[in-house]
C-alpha cells in the first residue's frame, strides 16, 4: 500500500509545471554596465609566443633585468661612505674603525681574525649599510627613470 502511494502521488507545484534551463547570460557584450570589470585592459601575453623575441630562448625575464647604471653605483658609493665618515661613535666614524680594524687584523697576517674581534663588527655594519644604500638607490633611481614616482 506504501508502494502504490509513493507512485501515485504528485509534489504540488512541479506536477504541472515543465522545468526549464536558465537564461544564459552574455557577460562579454558591450551593454553592461561594468565594462571595465569583466573585460581587463591589459591584453595576455603567451610567454611561448614571445620565445622568438630573444633569440628562440624561451626566457622568463627581460634580458637587461638588473638594468645595471653606474650613476647608481657611484652614487650609492659616495652616499654611504659620506654619511658612515662622520665621527659618531666615541669620536670614530664607521668608515674609520672598519678601516683601522683591518689594518690591526692584517698585523699578524697569516692568522685570521679571531670571532670575538671587533673586525667583524665593523664590517657587518658597514657592508649592510653599504648593501641597502645601494639597493635603495636602485629602487629610487630607477624608479624615477621609468616614471613609476
Not at 20 to 45: D, E, I, Q, Y
Not at 97 to 108: K, P, Q, R, Y
Request: aromatic residues 12%.
Amino acid at each position: 500500500m506504501a508502494a502504490t502511494m509513493a507512485t501515485a502521488s504528485t509534489v504540488v507545484g512541479l506536477g504541472t509545471s515543465t522545468l526549464s534551463s536558465p537564461k544564459k547570460l552574455n557577460l562579454s557584450s558591450g551593454t553592461n554596465v561594468f565594462p571595465g570589470f569583466l573585460k581587463s585592459p591589459v591584453t595576455a601575453r603567451n610567454p611561448l609566443k614571445l620565445a622568438q623575441a630573444s633569440g628562440g630562448k624561451f626566457t622568463c625575464f627581460e634580458r637587461n633585468w638588473l638594468r645595471t647604471d653606474l650613476n647608481v653605483i657611484g652614487f650609492g658609493l659616495i652616499g654611504w661612505i659620506a654619511p658612515s665618515s662622520i665621527p659618531a661613535i666615541n669620536g670614530n666614524s664607521l668608515t674609520g674603525l672598519f678601516f683601522s680594524s683591518i689594518g690591526t687584523e692584517l698585523a699578524h697576517f697569516p692568522t685570521g681574525p679571531a670571532l670575538s674581534s671587533p673586525f667583524w663588527l665593523w664590517m657587518v655594519c658597514w657592508h649592510l649599510g653599504l648593501f641597502l644604500t645601494l639597493t635603495f638607490g636602485q629602487i629610487g633611481f630607477k624608479g624615477r627613470t621609468e616614471d613609476y614616482f
